[in-house]
Structures are given as C-alpha cells and as structure tokens.
Nanobody, 115 residues
Framework: QVQLVESGGGLVQPGGSLRLSCAASGSSFSLYAMNWYRQAPEKQRELVARIIPGGFTNYADSVKGRFTISRDNAKNTVYLQMNSLKPEDTATYYC?????????WGQGTQITVSS
C-alpha cells in the first residue's frame, strides 16, 4: 500500500505561483510513475502533468510552459511548480502514483486563483 500526502495548496492571485508537494510512502519510489491531476467543480478529473522513472515528463496543453513537474527520489517526493496561474487553474489537485499496475491517490489539495 502506498500513501500519498499533498501539501502546498492555497489561495493565490492571478499571475502568481505555488508549489505543490506530494510525499509518498514506500521503498520503491524511484519506480513509481507519478502524476498530478486536477478536478474543478462540475468537471471531470484531468491529467495535468506526469513524470516517469528516468525523468521523462509530459503536460496537459493548458499548462505547458507554466507548470513544471519534478521529483526527488531521495525524499520520496514529487513537486508541481505552478507559475503564471490563471483563474481557470482553480481546482482540487491530486497526486497519483502508479506502480506494478496499482494506482494510488492522495487526498487532494485545493488551489484557488482569484483576485
């Protein structure tokens, strides 16, 4: 069983920045594919960014050039640096891990972008 704990959410003004962190349990973190998803009210959950073992990343078109996903395997942590935030980025952000065909979710952290 893998436990994921997100932190770093909050209220930010348009154009601002936030960094989300997701700490994972387990001794095989370097083998996890790690993802950030988000879900806005009355919308489907969508993939925001992904980083796989080895460091390859990909992003949703809506966040390319603004968000950066990274990982620190020594700390069992994945990060999502979010810059130039827009009101449409407002959502609950979820950390997700996939290993050996099993999928795990964090509890989510709220991001609100508003003036």
């Amino acid at each position: 069983q893998v436990q994921l704990v997100e932190s770093g959410g909050g209220l930010v003004q348009p154009g601002g920045s936030l960094r989300l962190s997701c700490a994972a349990s387990g001794s095989s973190f370097s083998l996890y594919a790690m993802n950030w998803y988000r879900q806005a009210p009355e919308k489907q959950r969508e993939l925001v960014a992904r980083i796989i073992p080895g460091g390859f990343t990909n992003y949703a078109d809506s966040v390319k050039g603004r968000f950066t996903i990274s990982r620190d395997n020594a700390k069992n942590t994945v990060y999502l640096q979010m810059n130039s935030l827009k009101p449409e980025d407002t959502a609950t952000y979820y950390c997700n891990a996939i290993i050996r065909g099993q999928t795990y979710w964090g509890q989510g952290t709220q991001i609100t972008v508003s003036s």
